[in-house]
């Protein structure tokens, strides 16, 4: 694990004047460059060839016969993202000054330990605190939960299934994406393993250490929250919810219809979010898990939690809370507060506030009060 020391030691050489904020071409962001031109700083993507027109063409920062548009003023375009961890990216990166966001995609595309051992560029959030959202890791977010009494659904062996459980392991082929799957028996989940195997959607590798847990009915919600150090308050954001191909459209279908074999495996791939607000009451069973959270982050992990995080939960029947997943940074469904911020974001601040701005005012904050060291790893 790179020292925060050795990041300490990056930031003497850096103008922070100049900073530049940084972001992988993928997952939030133009969620952090919309909120970086909020705050006025200058921004860069990396992006990857065949993929980079997002970020090159489409929301590039422009003048049109006097209109200004555009939130990604840089870019630096690599043949595949796990090239940004060459020593030329990286020493290019920091003599841009650049502060880096990290985001799922990075994490996935570039590899955690490269992340944790070699990128030598100041991240804006909890280096250390990353590797918890790998499930196969003995101290993943599983273990973090039981440990800081946060409630997790209950986790079964295949053997012993004898309740609908949901299977979660990653997909095949798509590595960012989940090849999850619902069983309710042991001969179910034997059926349909098999089954997915033979198909290439799932891996019998992957399946041996996929994590099976009782399947929780009600509505999910990911709250967005964000931890100052500098300040030493929780925040909360926003909170979105997602669509998942191709379960929502199989979701709509009568129940009278009967499908063909090939579309009865729904493939539950995130690919939107939409907004949402809750109860008020159901606010305050929410917050005391947050806190449980960032309690125990402080007390385990170097630096704590820093920035935005999420806690991605299911209500039961009872109005219970169920936490099925954590991510320790900005997470996925923060592109639908850009510009016009989040409910809860917006009433605190009494002003439009994103994750992606809500980070780039920390960072301005550190800068203006000589505190970066507090928010970078």
């Known amino acids: 694990m790179i020292a925060r020391s050795e990041i ?62 555009g939130v990604v003023d840089e870019n630096l375009v690599v ?120 198909k290439g959607i799932i891996t019998a590798d992957d399946l041996a250490n996929a994590r099976i847990e009782r399947y929780v009915i009600g509505p999910v919600f990911n709250f967005d929250f964000f931890y100052s150090p500098i300040d030493d308050e929780l925040e909360l954001l926003g909170v979105d919810w997602r669509f998942e191909s191709n379960l929502d459209g199989m979701a709509r279908i009568p129940r009278t219809q009967e499908l063909p074999e090939k579309l009865r495996d729904p493939l539950m791939i995130v690919v939107g979010h939409a907004s949402a607000t809750l109860r008020e009451s159901l606010l305050n069973r929410v917050m005391p898990i947050a806190e449980r959270f960032v309690k125990f982050a402080k007390e385990e992990y170097s630096a704590g939690i820093i920035g935005p995080f999420c806690l991605q939960t299911i209500v039961d029947e009872n109005m219970d809370f169920w936490v099925y997943d954590i991510a320790t940074r900005i997470g996925g469904g923060t592109n639908i507060h850009m510009y016009g911020g989040h409910p809860y974001g917006n009433a605190l601040f009494r002003t439009n506030m994103s994750s992606g701005r809500r980070l780039a005012l920390e960072i301005r904050r550190a800068i203006a009060l000589d505190k970066v060291d507090k928010i970078v790893t």
Request: glycine share 6%; aromatic share 10%; net charge negative.
């Open 79 to 198: 043949s595949r993202f796990a090239d940004m961890m060459s020593d030329t990216i990286q020493d290019e990166l920091r003599s841009r000054n650049t502060l880096f966001i990290p985001n799922r995609s990075f994490v996935v595309y570039t590899g955690i330990d490269n992340v944790e051992d070699r990128f030598k560029v100041p991240l804006v959030g909890s280096r250390d605190m990353l590797r918890i959202e790998e499930r196969e890791e003995e101290k993943s977010y599983y273990w973090l939960c039981e440990q800081a009494g946060i409630p997790t659904p209950e986790e079964y062996k295949a053997e012993d299934i004898d309740t609908l459980v949901m299977v979660k392991l990653p997909h095949a082929k798509m590595r960012l994406e989940r090849g999850f799957f619902t069983a309710k028996d042991r001969a179910e989940y034997r059926e349909k393993s098999q089954r997915l195997i033979q």
């Open 8 to 69: 300490e030691e990056v930031l003497v050489d850096y103008d922070l004047d100049k900073v530049i904020v940084g972001v992988l071409g993928s997952h939030s962001a133009l969620d952090v460059c919309d909120g970086a031109k909020e705050e006025g700083f200058k921004t860069l993507v990396i992006a990857e060839k065949g993929r980079e027109e997002l970020y090159t063409k489409y929301f590039i920062r422009k003048e049109i016969n006097g209109l200004q548009k």
